[in-house]
């Protein structure tokens, strides 16, 4: 059974500075599909990034890029040039390709920003 | 933003007593989620569905039961709850089966006393 580990279940970042989240998975597949959460005090789910395992390049989104290592299985977020709205809880996700969506999350980051 | 609602956004219930929570979506998506999110646990899979009248069951679907006669409609039931089942509910939504990009709904939650 495919499982998702966030070992972080805290992190604290200076506001304008760079932290990143970190996340492991296990799964025998090779078409797989890695996604970022964040949910933050609203608890509104929000898609930050997705990343496709058949592709090398990792994903970026403005401040928001991953470091996908598809031997290690590991799939880290970093945010860079931090910001107050950035505080939030932190969900990483795995699905595996063409199963209908079904999503694994991992236990999830707090994130908090210092001003 | 999609649009996804959830109804009602607070419940609270006695052991034992039927609850319904429905999400309805405005996007005509296919696919329709319902996850439940607790404390180290990250959120996790009730049961989801496919399409009218197509279900299928999660990994934490004990307890639970789903209905869809409409696309747009995702009814989740409590047949008799119980205090384990105090949650905050998620619906989601994804128009693609392959990707497995989804949105969510804000969110109910419940409290069983």
């Known amino acids: 059974a495919q499982t998702v580990t966030q070992s972080q279940p805290e992190m604290s970042v200076q506001e304008a500075e760079t932290v990143t989240l970190s996340c492991t998975y296990d799964?025998?597949?090779?078409?797989?599909?890695l996604f970022w959460y964040k949910q933050p005090p609203s608890r509104q789910m929000i898609l930050v990034i997705r990343?496709?395992?058949?592709?090398?390049q990792n994903a970026t989104e403005n401040r928001f890029s991953v470091n996908f290592q598809k031997a290690a299985k590991s799939f880290s977020l970093k945010i860079s040039d931090s910001q107050l709205g950035d505080a939030a809880m932190y969900f990483c996700?795995?699905?595996?390709?063409?199963?209908?969506?079904?999503?694994?999350f991992g236990q999830g980051t707090e994130l908090s920003v210092k001003p | 933003d999609a649009g996804i609602t959830q109804s009602p956004r607070h419940k609270v219930t006695e052991t034992g007593t039927p609850v319904t929570l429905r999400c309805h979506q405005t996007e005509n998506h296919r696919y329709m989620y319902w996850y439940r999110q607790d404390p180290g646990h990250g959120l996790r899979l009730i049961h989801y569905?496919?399409?009218?009248?197509?279900?299928d069951k999660g990994e934490v679907s004990d307890g639970y039961s789903v209905s869809r006669s409409k696309t747009e409609d995702f009814l989740l039931t409590l047949e008799s709850a119980t205090s384990s089942q105090t949650s905050v509910y998620f619906c989601?939504?994804?128009?693609?089966?392959?990707?497995?990009?989804?949105?969510f709904g804000p969110g109910t939650r419940l409290t069983v006393t």
């Open positions: 996700a795995y699905s595996k390709y063409n199963q209908g969506g079904k999503l694994i």
């Open positions: 799964t025998s597949e090779s078409d797989y599909y």
């Open positions: 569905s496919y399409g009218v009248k197509d279900t």
């Open positions: 989601a939504i994804s128009d693609s089966r392959a990707t497995s990009e989804q949105y």
């Open positions: 990343q496709e395992a058949y592709k090398q």
